[in-house]
């Protein structure tokens, strides 16, 4: 694992835009899974002006969704779906069919998993993955006390992650499971970034770099990774005992 610390947001988030672009210049066919969220939001909009900007061409990529509430429909604002519509597909004029995500409205979730493995799978495996951090150290919506042998499956999401997620919707609604990658996946992702910024993810950045890998916290399994960048600015890092 690499840590790189930013004076700023800008910072941090112009460093991950441009490993993106370094993805798609080595392997033009790559396949991608990026998070939702508030922490990767800046990363995009960097990303699709440098795209619009310098002509970088994403066509051929495909990309994976890492995430989703389950019962929240794709027309909902506070759904992944609707986020990486807005954020990242339109915005890139990615083609319906590179793009690969859970129907969080299925009656046979189960099933959606077991295609989602297979399309990755079939892909090849996923090249770059972008993760965010929950304020309970999640991935994805990998929960405390995961098994990180798992590929995609449904979870009981945390209080936290129930409450915390309130904010993405426009009023008060019901969040009790998420659909999410596995940890296994995260593992087996040629290069992950991990971004995080404000001082409201300092401890739990903390905790993440400086505990003992555990499946209690599984943003730990980062420093597990063969190939992970984490990308934080000062104020998340300012908890750390060896920032800087
Ligand atoms: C979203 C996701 C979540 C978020 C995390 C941080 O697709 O997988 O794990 O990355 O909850 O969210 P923000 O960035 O809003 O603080």
């Avoid at 969080?104 to 979730?109: C, G, N, P, V, Y």
């Avoid at 770059?128 to 929960?143: K, S």
């Avoid at 296994?184 to 910024?197: G, P, S």
Wanted: charged share 20%; with cysteine.
């Amino acid at each position: 694992m690499k840590l790189e610390i930013f004076d700023n947001y800008e910072g941090l988030s112009l460093r991950a835009a441009k490993e993106i672009i370094g993805a798609i210049q080595r392997k033009p066919s790559a396949v991608f899974c990026l998070a939702t969220g508030d922490s990767p939001k800046r990363t995009y909009e960097l990303l699709t002006n440098e795209v619009t900007q310098s002509g970088v061409d994403f066509s051929k990529a495909h990309f994976i969704g890492l995430d989703e509430w389950v019962g929240i429909p794709p027309s909902n604002p506070g759904s992944c779906h609707y986020y990486l519509d807005t954020n990242v597909f339109r915005p890139l004029g990615i083609s319906a069919a590179r793009i690969h995500l859970f129907d969080a409205l299925s009656k046979d979730l189960p099933n959606e998993c077991q295609s989602m493995d297979e399309t990755i799978r079939r892909l090849g495996g996923i090249d770059l993955m972008l993760v965010g951090i929950g304020m309970n150290g999640h991935v994805g919506f990998n929960e405390p006390g995961v098994s990180p042998n798992l590929y995609s499956h449904v979870i009981h999401l945390d209080e936290m992650t129930q409450n915390v997620g309130q904010k993405y919707f426009n009023g008060a609604v019901v969040l009790k499971q998420g659909i999410t990658l596995g940890l296994k996946h995260f593992l087996e992702t040629k290069l992950v970034l991990l971004v995080a910024n404000g001082e409201k993810k300092a401890a739990i950045i903390k905790r993440s770099l400086e505990e003992n890998i555990s499946e209690n916290l599984p943003a730990t399994f980062i420093r597990k990774h063969a190939n992970s960048k984490v990308f934080i600015d000062s104020a998340a890092a300012s908890k750390l005992i060896k920032a800087r």
